[in-house]
């Protein structure tokens, strides 16, 4: 039982690319999310999903996509990196009530 | 909007109890829940609160008061591995849009020997 698996775990991108920040779990969560940690800015939450093929926006979601294909993954794509976007991503899963776990993070910085 | 306050820095002393503050306004309440975050690493949860009063799990504690829009965690006993940051979030859905969480800045606890 690996929880919550985020890849790659960094990444450096020039400003225009795009690129694919992966997201798995293994306990058959229904929800999950991403979210971007800036410092003194706290967890912002970026997309969601409450199941395979639904998703929705949060906070911060210009910029971002997201789809939900399979219960276990759920990808975020950066469609056209900015510096603005430099940040570190979290990955969380969860079910019910219970709190969300969280991935260990990608560290993204965008030149 | 949402609003979820907590100082953003603590010091305190190894062996001694600390309590750190959570005020929030939020447009719906469905829970409060602690998380610690050790540098570099991932969020780690800590405690839960949805009905007034404390909760306690060995030498954490979490307190709630829904009519304040308050919560507090205190811990006791310091150890050097508390030293993390302490993220407060409340859950503000009745519907639970998937359990999704508002977070507030963190507060950074220093245990100094």
């Known amino acids: 039982n690996a929880g919550v698996t985020q890849t790659p775990k960094f990444q450096v991108l020039k400003t225009g690319q795009s690129m694919t920040l992966q997201c798995a779990q293994d306990?058959?969560?229904?929800?999950m999310s991403w979210y971007r940690q800036d410092p003194g800015m706290g967890l912002r939450l970026i997309h969601y999903?409450?199941?395979?093929?639904?998703?929705d926006q949060g906070e911060v979601p210009n910029g971002y996509n997201v789809s939900r294909s399979t219960t276990e993954d759920f990808p975020l794509r950066l469609l056209s990196a900015a510096p603005s976007q430099t940040s570190v991503y979290f990955c969380a899963s969860g079910t019910g009530n219970q709190p969300q776990h969280f991935g260990d993070g990608t560290r993204l910085s965008i030149l | 909007g949402q609003n979820i306050d907590q100082p953003t820095e603590m010091t305190a002393t190894e062996g001694a109890i600390v309590q750190i503050n959570c005020t929030y306004q939020t447009s719906g309440f469905n829970g409060l829940f602690w998380y610690q975050q050790h540098a570099g690493e991932a969020p780690t949860f800590l405690s839960y609160?949805?009905?007034?009063g404390l909760e306690e799990k060995g030498r954490f504690s979490s307190f709630l008061s829904r009519s304040k829009g308050y919560s507090y965690l205190l811990l006791k006993e310091l150890q050097m591995k508390d030293s993390a940051s302490y993220l407060c979030?409340?859950?503000?859905?009745?519907?639970?849009?998937?359990?999704?969480?508002?977070f507030g800045g963190g507060t950074r606890l220093m245990v100094k020997p």
């Open positions: 999903s409450v199941g395979a093929g639904i998703t």
């Open positions: 979030a409340v859950r503000d859905r009745e519907d639970n849009a998937g359990n999704m969480l508002t």
């Open positions: 306990m058959n969560h229904e929800y």
């Open positions: 609160n949805v009905l007034d």
